[in-house]
Structures are given as structure tokens and as C-alpha cells.
């Protein structure tokens, strides 16, 4: 379970990023990320595979999340510009009425 809390948590963390900063804000994100699994990792004395597993699945979350969040704030973006075309369009027609 609490992986599957961690992992979610990645993910929205990804979203929150991917809504707001480009790219390469997953460089320093993912470098902190790695660094803190790996103290956490380090104090509740885990196997290094699970370390390992459990940074792969943040990492992972994180980068899908911050895809998801772009792909559908580029949708949105691509709405709005094409519903503000459509009111671009139908303008003239309303004036020669």
C-alpha cells in the first residue's frame, strides 16, 4: 500500500510540474528525488534492489505524470484557441445580419 501511495504521489507531483515548468525542471526534481529515496533507504536499512526498484518507480511516476500534464495542457491550450477562432470567424457574419 505504501507503495502504491508513493507512487501516486510521484505522479501527481509529475502533473503539478508538467502543468507549470518545461523540462528540464525534471533534472534537479529527479536528483533530489534519487537522493532522499536513498537516505530513506539508508536509514530503514533496505536492500539496495529495493532502493533501486523504488527510485526506478519514482522516477518513472514522475516523468508520466509530467507527460500526462502536458499532453492535456496542450489539448486545452488547442481548445481554446480553436473555440477563439470560431468566434473569430463568426463575427463578420453577426455584423452583416
Known amino acids: 500500500m505504501t507503495i502504491l501511495v508513493f507512487a501516486v504521489a510521484a505522479f501527481l507531483v509529475g502533473m503539478l510540474l508538467g502543468l507549470y515548468f518545461k523540462v528540464f525542471i525534471l533534472l534537479p526534481v529527479i536528483t533530489v528525488s534519487l537522493a532522499a529515496i536513498a537516505g530513506v533507504g539508508l536509514k530503514y536499512e533496505s536492500s539496495v534492489g529495493f532502493v533501486l526498484f523504488i527510485g526506478f518507480l519514482g522516477i518513472t ?3 508520466m505524470g509530467y507527460l500526462f500534464a502536458s499532453f492535456v495542457s496542450v ?3 488547442d481548445t481554446r484557441q480553436q473555440r477563439h477562432r ?10 452583416l445580419r
Request: avoid cysteine.
Open 75 to 77: 489539448y486545452v491550450a
Open 86 to 95: 470560431a468566434e473569430v470567424i463568426e463575427a463578420p457574419r453577426r455584423f
Open 61 to 63: 511516476a514522475l516523468q
